[in-house]
Nanobody, 126 residues
Framework: QVQLAESGGGLVQAGGSLRLSCAAS????????MGWFRQAPGKEREFVAR????????YYADSVKGRFTISRDNAKNTVYLQMNSLKPEDTAVYYC???????????????????WGQGTQVTVSS
């Protein structure tokens, strides 16, 4: 049973935009912080952004701050990642994840997340 499903990835030129979506079938979605992580070829998975359970608090990696925006719609059980001013170094598989504890702000550590999507590929050409 699929718990998290990402969509919206693709190929885009540098400077372009993409919007990723993550549809959740987790019953406790609205109580959980959500995160976006990414993994480029030959590199470790890294934190991108997180949003708390209510959507009132967000946090970003320095590498994407000012360019990416995380948001959520608890009525639709969906979290989003709006990516603007994309750079070739943003090329990676992007994963959404659900934090393992309710009513938190989330964290930047992947071991704090217990549900993961299958990932969506984002490729930025120069």
């Amino acid at each position: 049973q699929v718990q998290l499903a990402e969509s919206g990835g693709g190929l885009v030129q540098a400077g372009g935009s993409l919007r990723l979506s993550c549809a959740a079938s987790i019953r406790t979605f609205s109580r959980r912080a959500m995160g976006w992580f990414r993994q480029a070829p030959g590199k470790e998975r890294e934190f991108v952004a997180r949003i708390n359970w209510s959507g009132g608090s967000t946090y970003y990696a320095d590498s994407v701050k000012g360019r990416f925006t995380i948001s959520r719609d608890n009525a639709k059980n969906t979290v989003y990642l709006q990516m603007n001013s994309l750079k070739p170094e943003d090329t990676a598989v992007y994963y959404c994840a659900a934090h393992n504890s309710p009513y938190t702000s989330g964290s930047g550590y992947d071991y704090d997340y217990d549900y993961w999507g299958q990932g969506t590929q984002v490729t930025v050409s120069s």
